[in-house]
């Protein structure tokens, strides 16, 4: 009965030290990760996850560009190698985009090896779409093992996580929902995640019946849209 203990007790330790410490860390402690912005300027970044998609990311594209709106897209990389032209116009129109991982794979599933790879391929996709490397980095879901940040460090990337999120992604969430939590929360400095694919079926369409709204009352409010690489201070 011991030895099933004392695995029980290694495996349990193993789990901690690559997974829930290292998880821990980066989400609320570590400095390396960008969580917000300057509190002294009236600006706020839209971050739009897990695509491209075909429908609604071209969608999400021609709202941002009718309101004037710069925002950063976190691309997952077998999403980026089937619609370049989609991260063309992301690119040509402005945006920021950066990598979150090739399949979606959660980083509590990946070995160091992996998650290494994983990211490099990401890079690599976007690299070939637009012809440059990315600078940010989100993990799948926000979450980090032992190794996220050592990879994104060595490939050059900064970490980037988030200070709202609306639950976009589940079925029970109406768009009028995505619109209270972004404008109850929003406050100089803000990044907000949303997301342009995945989540429940139809998820993304709530999204973009919300923005537009979300837009419009925190220009109302004095709110200035910016990317991540504005947020930080690196670009005017």
Known sequence: ?????????????????????PNYWMRNRSKRVVRCGETNKPWIALTFDDGPNPI????????????????????????AL?????????????????????????AWLMSPLRTF?????????IKSSLGHQPRWYRPPWGMFNLCSAA??????????????????????TTAR????????????????????????PGAPAKTLEALPSIIDTLKKKGYTFVTLDQLKGDRA
């Open 1 to 21: 009965m011991w030895v099933f203990a004392s695995i029980a007790a290694a495996a349990i330790a193993i789990f901690a030290i690559y997974c829930l410490i």
């Open 56 to 79: 609604y990311t071209p969608k999400l594209l021609d709202i941002l560009k009718e309101a004037g709106v710069k925002a950063t897209f976190f691309v997952v990389g077998e999403q």
């Open 82 to 106: 089937q619609y370049p032209h989609i991260l063309g116009r992301m690119h040509s129109e402005g945006h920021t985009v950066g990598c979150h991982s090739f399949s979606h794979r959660h």
């Open 117 to 125: 790879s994983d990211i490099e391929l990401t890079c690599q996709a």
């Open 151 to 172: 990879a994104a460090r060595r490939l050059g990337l900064e970490i980037a996580y988030w200070s709202i999120e609306a639950q976009d992604w589940e079925a029970k």
């Open 177 to 200: 929902h995505i619109y209270d939590a972004v404008i109850s929360q929003a406050q100089p400095g803000s990044i907000v995640v949303l997301h342009d694919n995945r989540g429940a």
